[in-house]
Antibody, heavy 119, light 107 residues
Framework: QVQLVQSGAEVKKPGASVKVSCKASGYTFITYDITWVRQASGQGLEWMGWMNPNSGDTAYAQKFQGRLTMTRSTSTSTAYMELSSLTSEDTAVYYC????????????WGQGTTVTVSS | DIQMTQSPSSLSASVGDRVTITCRASQSFSTYLNWYQQKPGKAPQLLIYAASNLQSGVPSRFSGRESGTSFTLTISNLQPEDIATYYCQQSDSFPNTFGQGTKLEIK
């Protein structure tokens, strides 16, 4: 079945970086885009950015410019999200999602990865 | 950026009721508007895409409609399993902004 499986929970110190993986299976990885969304505890969904796994093209939300990097490995069908210069405000659950090329809908989501930033 | 204003922020209704959630966009865009349901501790799930298309496997009591820059999600015949938070999202232009969410409770 189609699924996205994310890496496990992370605890980081302020100023550090975190890299979350999102492994796709059950479909051809390069035929769908990948979106990353995060959610702080008790808060709403926040769009972080988008990547086309075929070309490697990316687009990031302005608030993350300069410290967010999205990459992929087509050989392992895995997308990566790396966020640097972490602060306590980056404590959240991070989700990857598959996005349709034609109608731009996120139809399959990973299970989420909890990132905790604490000294 | 396109801002999505979602209302109400919370809603209490009875089983069998008809419920409507609205999202208004700050500017017009093509019909790339999605609705998601999120239950506590779970990832969001796609309900409606392109404003009015029902995602495969989603019960037909969920429907979406577009009217200019206003989008509505309607749940007819509300069921206990519909307790969740609902979000709209425009996916027309980056950043793909979400509404603030509507928390739905059963009376």
């Amino acid at each position: 079945q189609v699924q996205l499986v994310q890496s496990g929970a992370e605890v980081k110190k302020p100023g550090a970086s975190v890299k979350v993986s999102c492994k796709a299976s059950g479909y051809t990885f390069i035929t769908y885009d990948i979106t990353w969304v995060r959610q702080a505890s008790g808060q709403g969904l926040e769009w972080m950015g988008w990547m086309n796994p075929n070309s490697g093209d990316t687009a990031y939300a302005q608030k993350f410019q300069g410290r967010l990097t999205m990459t992929r490995s087509t050989s392992t069908s895995t997308a990566y999200m790396e966020l640097s210069s972490l602060t306590s405000e980056d404590t959240a659950v991070y989700y990857c999602a598959r996005r349709g090329l034609l109608l731009h809908q996120e139809d399959v989501w990973g299970q989420g990865t909890t990132v905790t930033v604490s000294s | 950026d396109i801002q999505m204003t979602q209302s109400p922020s919370s809603l209490s209704a009875s089983v069998g009721d008809r419920v409507t959630i609205t999202c208004r966009a700050s500017q017009s865009f093509s019909t790339y508007l999605n609705w998601y349901q999120q239950k506590p501790g779970k990832a969001p799930q796609l309900l409606i895409y392109a404003a009015s298309n029902l995602q495969s496997g989603v019960p037909s009591r969920f429907s979406g409609r577009e009217s200019g820059t206003s989008f509505t999600l309607t749940i007819s015949n509300l069921q206990p399993e519909d307790i969740a938070t609902y979000y709209c999202q425009q996916s027309d232009s980056f950043p793909n902004t979400f509404g603030q969410g509507t928390k739905l409770e059963i009376k």
